[in-house]
């Protein structure tokens, strides 16, 4: 294939010169040293840094929750007093949605996407970089807060008038407030480097039509975190205006509402639920195809299911808002869209029974964990129906039976198929297979334990039992489902301490992977593993959506420059070359203004006047980001004087 003048040539087969594959690993390196590890913008190195970052705040959350299921096993427990107990709540709660659930499957796409599809990097890889120290800086913050005391305790959605001065005094509200600003900058950052990277990186010949389901799924979620994210981020800053400044946007005896803030929250939090749901359904269509050894049935119906998901999903905020003051007329328009919005979930579970059906399944332990989501989801998504018809709403509203559902729809929807996408991609990572046995051992603890630890929930709350109780009388008759809810959260931490375990033996002496040991479809098996620094030794053409799988095989593009950052952009609709521009490469600035723009948020907790003397460190941080060096500069101009 000829290319337009100035572009690389496309050609078949693979590979590239030892020297040259040397040359593309010390351009796209990060530096060694301290200096290095602060710097680094490889795409594979933030994306590790976040799995860890978030799978630890995952284990204090999990710390936290099992605290408050310690506290009610049995009636009248004393293990906590209920000012910590609201803290902890607030916290598991915050933690979870915040500070993992979310940003764990961004970091899983920017490990996997540019892989997936035959790109070099994320685009802005320094904008990635920011992103991540953000998020870390947000999340420290808020636990330095409960740790000193001044831990959040109005719940992990902050409804005024509680979480206003009058009825939350101290810092713990604000720190939240501000902690809402951290991630929910990093997410939006992350969601512009994701959707370049699919739209304007991808290997020549990979149409949107073969792009991975993956990769679909990100893409779509990405949109939806642009849309979503900026409401949240203007009621946490209304919220620690009042807090703070006096102004009145949620105190009605001023002219405010306390209802807006819920408008702009859940506006905000029901799509949430599917910006932690979608992203794994994407890893279960990679799964069930690779296992099932043939193509996802029905991959057009599976990518529009996935938009239409997203599309209803912003339709259904009220869904939690059943016991407001609105008009009843426009609850029943929320409850069509919450029945409706389960046709898509439903098309995409046929399509993956059939391509297990129509394949020749080999039953491994990352799919495993896909069949426990099937049946956990189908119990999760029956209750959302039943909570979305709103006279049963207002009977269970507030009641552990929501609190339940709540569980088997996140935990149960979104942890078991990260866990499968772990096992999965843990050998491309690491180059070492994770145990099969211990894997076998975790699934069924985890298995075993959620369904123990949150099904009398749904009792419970038909019983009566309200949420966010800190204990409770024996006459009421609810102690045995709690100490049976309470085992199953000891099981539940038994099977992340097998997790651990097995990460921890696997690196030491885990079964060396190979390139692709599943026999999989999708491009990141047909690099080492662990990948180069540059992914790809020569960028891939492929003819087809499952590359690997394709009897045409694939190219490969010839003509980049191996001793600079240059990347192959390609047109949005059929991929087609289109340009090559110089990325940037790394450098201190992203850390220092991550620091700069943390010490803002930081300081406006205790003075507004931070905002004003701080601007400038941040202001100085971001020109120094975007100031070129001389050698970039040479750099970029003997490129461009290059035929």
Not at 403 to 408: D, E, F, K, P
Request: with cysteine; glycine share 10%; proline share 8%.
């Amino acid at each position: 294939m000829t290319a337009p003048h100035g572009l690389p040539h496309l050609k078949d087969g693979p590979g590239a010169p030892p020297a040259v594959v040397e040359a593309l690993r010390r351009t796209w390196s990060d530096p060694p040293g301290l200096r290095g590890w602060l710097s680094a913008i490889n795409h594979k190195t933030i994306a590790a840094r976040f799995v860890v970052v978030t799978f630890a705040f995952f284990v204090l959350g999990g710390l936290l929750a099992l605290a408050m299921r310690l506290q009610l096993a049995r009636p009248e427990g004393g293990l906590v007093g209920p000012r910590l107990y609201n803290q902890l709540f607030t916290m598991h709660g915050t933690t979870m949605m915040f500070l993992f659930a979310v940003p764990v499957m961004q970091a899983a796409a920017g490990w996997l996407v540019p892989l997936m599809v035959g790109a070099r990097s994320v685009a802005f890889p320094r904008m990635n970089a920011f992103a991540f120290w953000i998020f870390t800086f947000g999340g420290v913050f808020l636990f330095a807060g409960f740790a000193s005391g001044a831990g959040p305790d109005a719940g992990w959605f902050s409804y005024p008038p509680l979480a206003l001065s009058d009825y939350a005094p101290g810092k713990g509200v604000d720190i939240w407030a501000q902690m809402i600003t951290f991630t929910e900058l990093g997410a939006l950052l992350e969601a512009v480097v994701l959707i370049t990277t699919i739209l304007k990186l991808r290997a020549p010949g990979m149409g949107l039509a073969r792009m991975p389901l993956f990769v679909w799924a990100t893409l779509v979620t990405q949109f939806m975190v642009i849309f979503a994210m900026p409401a949240v981020m203007l009621g946490s800053t209304g919220l620690i205006l009042d807090r703070l400044v006096g102004t009145h946007f949620y105190n009605p005896a001023r002219g405010g509402d306390v209802l807006l803030w819920q408008h702009l929250f859940w506006f905000f939090g029901h799509p949430e639920v599917y910006l932690i749901f979608i992203p794994p359904l994407g890893f279960i269509s990679t799964i069930v195809s690779t296992f099932a050894g043939r193509p996802v049935f029905g991959y057009r119906a599976m990518v529009l299911s996935l938009v239409a998901t997203a599309f209803l999903a912003f339709g259904l905020w009220v869904h939690h808002m059943f016991a407001t003051n609105l008009p009843e007329v426009g609850k029943s328009f929320f409850t069509a869209a919450s029945l409706a919005i389960a046709i898509p979930s439903a098309v995409q579970i046929f399509c993956w029974i059939a391509t297990l059906a129509l394949g020749r399944v080999r039953l491994r332990v990352p799919l495993l964990f896909v069949l426990g989501f099937f049946f956990i989801l189908v119990l999760g998504g029956l209750t959302g129906i039943m909570l979305g018809a709103v006279p049963l709403d207002l009977q269970l509203h507030d009641s552990y039976f929501v609190v339940a559902h709540l569980h088997y729809v996140l935990l149960g929807g979104a942890v078991f198929p990260l866990f499968g996408a772990l096992y999965y991609w843990f050998p491309k990572a690491t180059g070492r297979m994770l145990g099969e046995r211990a894997g076998r051992w975790q699934f069924w603890l985890l298995f075993a334990g959620f369904n123990v630890a949150f099904f009398p929930m749904h009792l419970l709350g038909i019983d009566g039992m309200p949420r966010r109780v800190w204990t409770y009388g024996a006459e009421r008759g609810w102690g045995g489902l709690n100490l049976v809810a309470t085992l199953g959260a000891l099981v539940i931490a038994a099977s992340v301490a097998v997790f651990l375990w097995n990460v921890a033996a696997s690196l030491r002496r885990g079964a060396p992977a190979g390139a692709d040991p599943w026999q999989a479809g999708t491009l990141e098996w047909s690099v080492p593993s662990p990948p180069l620094p540059h992914n790809f030794d020569a960028l891939p053409v492929v003819y087809g959506a499952d590359p690997r799988w394709d009897a045409r095989g694939t190219g490969a593009v010839s003509g980049l420059a191996a001793d600079a950052r240059e990347v192959l952009t390609t047109t949005v609709a059929d991929a087609r070359p289109e340009g090559r521009p110089l990325f940037p490469s790394p450098s201190l600035w992203p850390f220092a203004s991550a620091l700069a723009v943390t010490a803002l948020f930081v300081g406006s907790v205790f003075t507004p006047w931070a905002v004003v003397w701080l601007s400038a460190p941040v202001a100085v941080a971001v020109i120094g980001w975007f100031w070129p060096t001389r050698a970039e500069t040479r750099r970029a101009r003997a490129l461009e004087r290059r035929p």
